[in-house]
């Protein structure tokens, strides 16, 4: 009996302190994603980073590439769309959540992010306290800065003297991101007179870099992601044998060496969503505030 009284006494201790348990912020980290294992040691640093500034907050990813997410699932791995992420997050005790986007601009990806953030706010009403959104990484001029920075600090041990850097970006073919790009590109310059970039897509172009490192007379060029993870684009666009810009700029004589190291694996980027995670203060399901 008294073992049952007990029970019954810790039962509402539970009962009492589980309001307060609950009352937690879930993390919803939406990347791009990528397939390759490789790659994906830069979303798992920045996991890390988040599961530190975070202690007790459930946290969950989610790929806003729907293509990568249905090979995952094909492989057999568990994949989330935002729906979804964010219903795993309600289920795992958060009442409040930041979805805190991993792209490097507000292009594409990020817009599609935004907008279904938005339709699933308005199409669960209350579900969660607040839902916050966390901007992407080139944000502001204050964000280049920290970015070519760390960026350019992190190459310092493995660039040889003389040799310059070409940064890849993803860009995007409408020219969405090209605006915020050039400006990170000029950035970069401005830091290191051997720092260039170029993108995948949109008007950032790698022949008018080879032309420009023509220009300079340089011999040596090492090539580098600016992107967050170093997936298919670093691995074979930036670097593979064939139909890259390594082989590219070796056939145009330049001597090529080239970094896979996404810029998620750089601790002071981490940060710097962290950052834009805490900015994150006006909630998607209220009218926007205005001064
Ligand atoms: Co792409």
């Known amino acids: ?44 640093a920045i996991e890390k980073a988040y599961a530190r500034a ?9 790929y806003t590439s729907q293509k990568i997410r249905k090979k995952l699932r094909k492989q057999g791995e568990a994949t989330y769309g935002i729906a979804e992420g964010l219903d795993k997050l309600a289920a795992e005790g958060a009442d409040k959540v930041i979805i805190q986007s991993l792209h490097m601009t507000a292009g594409a990806e990020f ?5 279904a953030a938005l339709i699933y706010v308005v199409r669960h009403p209350g579900k969660f306290k ?10 502001s001029d204050a964000d280049a800065r920290e970015v070519a920075k760390s960026a350019l600090a992190d190459l310092k041990n493995f660039r040889e003297s003389g040799e310059a850097v070409v940064f890849m970006a993803h860009g995007n073919d409408t020219g969405r991101s090209d605006l915020t790009l050039q400006g990170a590109g000029a950035i970069l310059g401005r830091n ?66 080239v970094s896979l190291k996404g810029l998620g694996e750089i601790p002071a980027i981490a940060d710097l ?19």
């Open 192 to 257: 290191d007179n051997l720092a260039f970039l170029a993108g995948v897509e949109g008007s950032l172009n790698i022949d008018d870099v080879i032309e420009k490192l023509k220009q300079l007379k340089i011999r040596k060029v090492c090539l580098a992601p600016l992107m967050v993870v170093a997936g298919d684009h670093a691995v074979n666009d930036m670097a593979g044998d064939e139909d890259s810009w390594a082989s590219r700029l070796r056939a145009a004589g330049f001597e090529v060496r």
């Open 54 to 62: 975070f202690p007790a907050s459930p946290l969950v990813w989610t």
């Open 273 to 291: 969503f962290l950052k834009h995670s805490s900015a994150a203060t006006d909630d998607l399901a209220l009218e926007p505030i205005k001064p």
């Open 111 to 115: 817009a599609a992010l935004a907008r």
């Open 130 to 139: 607040a839902v916050y959104l966390g901007r992407p990484l080139l944000e």
């Open 1 to 44: 009996m008294r073992r049952f009284f007990f029970s019954l006494s810790l039962l509402f201790v539970f009962l009492l302190a589980a309001p307060v348990c609950q009352a937690k912020t879930g993390v919803l980290l939406a990347a791009f994603g990528s397939s390759l294992p490789e790659a994906r040691k830069a979303y798992a």
